[in-house]
T-cell receptor, first 112, second 113 residues
């Protein structure tokens, strides 16, 4: 069964550093998403991406965040200057129009 | 309550019993989905029910949707210890793919062997 692949599975970074979280969505899917889950809390929407542009973003997704689809397979989330409160599990998801979402297994980001 | 809120927050049952989790939401939806998450792990899609459906089955899972009450329930029959996980409902308010899922806070299910 097709999978959404995320790398790395764990990332530890110092406050103020830039991080890039990587995702390989399912190849024939058209819509891509990033969500995050702070430990013990709800899964929260960050951003959706369609047709090579952001289609929707939440209030969490401020100027410190950016997304990119640099080639036909990767979908990345960049956090420019990490803060302690960015520590969370970050999930990538993709979907085709007719199907439900497929989530990746997540990247656990720890900012120290 | 918030969009996509589950109750109970925690549920502990014995193996073999049925587990029922409920979800309420506020806005109109295109579909509602249920996900499972093992501790610290990824989200696994369990089942999707569209707004024009009232009930759906998948193996030991049974989902109902009542759009007049804006509520859904997930029933796991004949539970197993391996069903221990958190279960989330998520609402999809659009069919263009551009609308984000809104997740509830989840129900933590503990199945005692």
């Amino acid at each position: 069964e097709p999978e959404v692949t995320q790398t790395p599975s764990h990332q530890v970074t110092q406050m103020g550093q830039e991080v890039i979280l990587r995702c390989v969505p399912i190849s024939n899917h058209l819509y891509f998403y990033w969500y995050r889950q702070i430990l013990g809390q709800k899964v929260e929407f960050l951003v959706s991406f369609y047709n090579n542009e952001i289609s929707e973003k939440s209030e969490i997704f401020d100027d410190q965040f950016s997304v990119e689809r640099p080639d036909g397979s990767n979908f990345t989330l960049k956090i420019r200057s990490t803060k302690l409160e960015d520590s969370a599990m970050y999930f990538c998801a993709s979907r085709d129009r007719a199907q439900g979402y497929t989530f990746g297994s997540g990247t656990r980001l720890t900012v120290v | 309550s918030q969009q996509g809120e589950e109750d109970p927050q925690a549920l502990s049952i014995q193996e073999g019993e049925n587990a029922t989790m409920n979800c309420s939401y506020k806005t109109s939806i295109n579909n509602l989905q249920w996900y499972r998450q093992n501790s610290g792990r990824g989200l696994v899609h369990l089942i999707l029910i569209r707004s024009n459906e009232r009930e759906k089955h998948s193996g030991r899972l049974r989902v109902t949707l009542d759009t007049s009450k804006k509520s859904s329930s997930l029933l796991i029959t004949a539970s197993r210890a391996a069903d221990t996980a958190s279960y989330f409902c998520a609402t999809d308010a659009g069919d263009t793919g551009r609308r984000a899922l809104t997740f509830g806070s989840g129900t933590r299910l503990q199945v005692q062997p």
